[in-house]
């Protein structure tokens, strides 16, 4: 068998040294190796979002990213600060109803509010629209957005 | 193990998914016990058991304030333990340990309310004694028990002493009344937010230790297919891979990471043979076979045909696809295996269903299997269904260690158990006054048995909403024709209703345009004397200020009314038309499920309702292919997105005395609503679901047709 390159990661500020192949989804490495399970597995394909990340401030689909081009820092749910506007606002606004995609939304939105502070209704939604919600949180979703960057209260 | 969650003001709830024995136990001794749900402790603090699993409805904040309200405790003094798999956990009105059908507050409020009565009345008989003072002069509110007069100390003073209390009867407990609620009726905070936010909630898939191997399954591509051939060396020769346990119809392979299961899984190489004969054309066939076919009579009452034999006749058919829940989480269930005993952490709806399962596969007796319901990501009926507890018992056994099964998500739409597709034929008559003088309705669908087995005669779920239905006819007559194909099928959001209600809610709209009245004040008019029913179209119609205008000619909002598992909804879609293809701009929805617990938590139920509804309406249809399922991934299947879904203003009222379900009955009138604006503003009838694909197709008739 051939030798496990090791790996040095930058995740939530922490730098970890894995052993893993350059082709494993930065997905797996995240909740098998590291047990950093707030990032979940939805389809595996990049169509449902619930496994985003941020990466260098991206957000990403981490079920797609092989671990070998993960060059910048990675941001994880675990690793967004819990009073983030985005976490308060999710609370505020009792977002969640099963959960399981919630880490997805909220990567994906703290990843909009940085790139821009104050998105229009529309350019919410076409941003969230990759990160799907079986259990339709949608609206919710938007609006806690619109409370995280100041815009209704 | 027991984690703590904070609450968003700094309070303090502890939340336990797992091991709640130990726990008890321990305590066992110290504590007041009212009931098999109820504890209170010396501390001040109150345990919950709950029977009923999170799958985002908001169980546990709903029950935990039924008990908090009733006994008179602050918020923060209640302790939710999720129950383990137990006989004496059962839902006292079904029976089993199940979360479905709309029912945990309905079937659990009386009970909890009950416990509590019971634990309060033993606390204030002994503050009574302690005191020198009569039980009647006592109050408990905010978990102290306090006279008018000056005696006031916290209920854990009195543990000891109630538990020596003679048991008041059941008819001489003194429920609250509304007014001296503080908790029931409130938007309080859910207790799982928190954690979910965080990334912290325990789901099923995250319940694996580290060094638990993961099994992930070589599925057939056609339902009942047996594995030939495989290649198990070139599965083996894969780094981590641990086992290859044949199971039957499909590959189990067990690896140390899932990564490295999902790889092996796909290395195996599974020659299939044989299986189920089946794809698109074959399912339209068996429908249109079923309805020629008699079928069963459900409801017959009046001269149906001499009502036909008038002027003012239609005739429908409609049609609606198989569907698949897609929870977000895909099946999952770990087994850790000792052997002689065994512990599974599981999303499951059905707990008694689980254990049982369990212990068939594994040949333990049922008390050497110990269930934990874990946060369930997302459930709509699917986990109500306990094949993941089949095949990771079976694969733990086979190898003789801990696993955790992993459906991959292609194998979750495989091994669906699907929301049956449904053919309908209507003929509807109406008279020169717009009353239905007939009402002919023949439907044809596959038994679905569900978690309770099939029962002889008309399946319920296939007639639902049909052969009660609700509005004025002089006649009606209800067939229901089984339609036999390999298809598993299965509970989905609202069931029978989920069908049944686009197709009636849109036939008593083509009776209006064919009565020339519009079709909210139509509707009104075959409803008189239900109050409730006429309370929530109403009151929709208000909130959506709605016109109505002359047929055909512009208008653009449509109007729904359906009442399933105990609740009654009213909705108006606020349609518009661009190349013709419909948008919905707003849906107004109003619920009446009687007595409300947590209006926060409702409205979060319609607005996931309505959304899913409209999912299903405009997009979602399982394909079959080649013996099994085509659409296996969310690219062939998508569901709708954050860009798609309009504004929804929920309305809830109260006409309904008894307590109705939450969970579903927003879902089945989203989809006529939507085809009654559709017709509203287009003149034009789709009686055909996905909505997308329909308006891409010609107008199909059901060939050929039954009536002769
Ligand atoms: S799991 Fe990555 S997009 Fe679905
Ligand atoms: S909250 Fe359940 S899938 Fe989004």
Redesign the interface.
């Known amino acids: 068998m051939v030798a496990m390159p090791h790996r040095s990661l930058s995740i939530n500020g922490s730098t970890y040294v894995v052993e893993v192949g350059d082709d494993v989804p930065l997905l797996w490495v995240l909740r098998d190796l590291l047990l950093l399970r707030g990032t979940k597995y939805g389809c595996g394909i990049g169509q449902c979002g619930v496994c985003t990340v941020m990466v260098g401030g991206q957000a990403l689909r981490s079920c797609l990213l092989p671990v070998g081009e993960v060059r910048e820092a990675v941001t994880t749910i675990e690793g967004l600060a819990a009073d983030h506007p985005v976490k308060r606002a999710w609370i505020s606004e009792q977002v969640p109803q099963c959960g399981y995609c919630q880490s997805g939304q909220i990567m994906q939105a703290a990843a909009l509010l940085q790139q821009t502070s104050k998105p229009t209704e529309s350019e919410i939604r076409s941003a969230m629209r990759g990160v799907l919600c079986r259990c339709g949180t949608y609206n919710r979703i938007v609006r806690a957005i619109q409370v995280a960057s100041g815009q209704v209260s | 193990m027991e984690r703590r969650a904070f609450l968003?003001s700094g309070l303090v709830m502890a939340v336990s998914m797992t091991g709640a024995l130990p726990l008890r136990a321990a305590l066992l001794e110290d504590n007041l016990e009212c009931g098999v749900f109820l504890e209170l402790q010396a501390d001040g603090l109150v345990r919950l058991f709950l029977n009923k699993s999170e799958?985002?409805?908001?169980v546990m904040t709903g029950l935990a304030q039924i008990v908090a309200d009733e006994l008179g405790v602050a918020w923060e003094a209640m302790r939710l333990v999720q129950a383990r798999a137990e006989e004496r956990y059962v839902d006292p009105v079904g029976g089993r340990m199940v979360t479905g059908g709309s029912t945990s507050i309905r079937h659990m409020w009386r009970p909890l309310q009950e416990a509590a009565a019971t634990a309060r009345e033993l606390l204030i008989q002994a503050a009574a004694v302690t005191w020198g003072v009569e039980p009647g002069t006592v109050r408990m509110d905010g978990g102290l028990l306090a006279t008018g007069n000056g005696h006031s100390a916290p209920f854990g003073r009195f543990i000891a002493l109630a538990k020596r209390m003679p048991w008041p009867e059941r008819s001489q407990l003194r429920l609250r009344s509304a007014d001296q609620h503080t908790l029931l009726g409130r938007p309080v905070?859910?207790v799982?937010?928190?954690?979910?936010?965080?990334?912290?909630?325990c789901?099923g898939?995250?319940a694996r230790p580290?060094d638990v191997p993961?099994a992930v399954l070589a599925w057939p591509p056609a339902f009942g297919a047996r594995p030939g051939r495989i290649d198990e060396a070139a599965a083996r020769a894969m780094?981590g891979v641990r086992h290859v346990v044949p199971l039957e119809g499909a590959v189990a392979v067990v690896a140390d990471?899932?990564?490295q299961a999902?790889q092996g899984a796909e290395a195996l190489g599974v020659d299939w043979q044989g299986g189920a004969r089946l794809d698109d054309r074959i399912v339209t066939e068996s429908f249109a076979a079923a309805l020629q076919q008699q079928g069963l009579l459900a409801v017959h009452r009046g001269e149906v045909e001499m009502g036909l034999a008038g002027a003012k006749t239609i005739e429908a058919f409609y049609e609606l696809p198989y569907l698949a829940h897609?929870?977000?989480?895909?099946m999952n269930c770990t087994v850790l295996w000792h052997k002689d005993r065994c512990q599974i952490h599981v999303g499951t709806q059905n707990q008694t269903e689980a254990l049982a399962t369990a212990a068939r596969v594994s040949g333990l007796p049922p008390a050497r299997i110990d269930i934990q319901t874990t946060?369930?990501?997302?459930?709509?009926g699917r986990r109500l269904a306990t094949d993941m507890v089949a095949e990771a018992v079976a694969i733990a056994k086979a190898i003789d260690g801990p696993v955790q099964l992993?459906h991959?998500?292609e194998h979750d739409f495989q091994a669906g158990m699907f929301r049956p597709g449904c053919h309908s034929l209507l003929r509807g008559a109406v008279g020169e006054d717009g009353a239905i003088l007939a009402w002919s309705h023949h439907v044809a669908t596959q038994p679905l048995a569900g978690p309770g087995g099939q029962k002889p005669g008309v399946d319920r779920a296939a007639v639902a909403g049909v052969a009660d239905l609700p509005y004025a006819v002089k006649a009606l007559e209800v067939r229901w024709s089984p339609v036999t194909l390999p298809i598993p099928v299965w509970p989905w959001r609202s069931v029978g209703a989920s069908h049944n209600a686009f197709v009636v809610e849109s036939f008593v709209d083509e009776l209006a345009y064919l009565a020339q009245a519009d079709p909210l004040a139509y509707r009104l008019s075959l409803l008189q004397g239900n109050e409730a029913a006429l309370n929530v179209l109403r009151l929709a119609g208000e909130h959506a200020a709605y016109r109505p205008k002359p047929a055909g000619g512009g208008r653009r909002q449509g109007v729904a009314y359906h009442y399933s598992f105990g609740s009654n909804c009213a909705m108006v879609a606020d349609v518009t038309v661009q190349d013709g293809r419909p948008k919905v701009a707003r849906v107004v929805a109003v619920l009446d499920c009687g007595p409300v617990v947590n209006h926060?938590l409702v409205a979060?139920q319609v607005?996931?309702?309505?959304?899913?509804g409209l999912?299903a309406a405009m997009k979602e249809a399982v394909h079959f292919a080649e013996g099994g399922v085509q659409s296996v991934?969310?690219?062939q299947y998508?569901?709708?997105?954050?860009?798609?879904?309009p504004?929804?203003e929920v309305h809830l009222t109260q006409v309904m005395r008894e307590v109705g379900g939450v969970g579903e009955p927003a879902l089945p009138p989203v989809a006529p609503a939507l085809a009654n604006g559709y017709f509203a503003a287009t003149g034009r009838r789709i009686r055909r679901l996905p909505f997308l694909a329909a308006l891409d197709q010609p107008v199909r008739q059901h060939t050929p047709p039954a009536a002769s």
């Open positions: 968003g799958m985002g409805q908001g905070p859910r799982d937010v928190p954690d979910k936010v965080q990334g912290r909630a789901f898939l995250d580290r993961v780094a990471t899932t990564y999902l897609v929870t977000m989480e895909p946060y369930l990501g997302g459930g709509f992993v991959r998500r926060d979060a607005e996931g309702a309505v959304v899913m999912s991934n969310l690219h998508d569901l709708l997105r954050c860009d798609e879904v504004p929804i």
